[in-house]
């Protein structure tokens, strides 16, 4: 219905975010820099944390659209909370890595290797 009425061609609201309808305010583009700058320089972990609604995913899935997957690995791990287990262990999932019965100091090895 509102589509019609204010001329859109897509929903702009959605469950699901959309890197399509990004808005790149000051902390937005000060975030994706950093992001972009975890990538080139190969740091081994980039956090992005805000509050619910704020557009981490978004910005997220906006640099996934961005580069070439083929010459980089990313895993990605949402929605983690402290009672879930280890970090490292989530690290090994996001990547396929073997991960069940060793131990934190042989998998943060391996997530390294």
Known sequence: MYLSHFGLK?????????????????????AYSLLEYGLHEQSGLTVITGEVGSGK????????????QDTLTI??????HESLGDLTQWV???????HEG???????????D
């Open 10 to 30: 897509e929903k702009p609201f959605s469950l699901i975010p959309d890197p399509n309808f990004l808005h790149f305010s000051g902390k937005h583009t000060a």
């Open 57 to 68: 995913t978004t910005l997220l899935r906006h640099l996934l659209n961005s580069i070439n």
């Open 75 to 80: 895993g990605l791990i949402n929605n983690t």
């Open 92 to 98: 090994a999932l996001a990547f396929n890595l073997p």
């Open 102 to 112: 060793k131990d934190k100091v042989t998998l943060y090895k391996e997530v390294q």
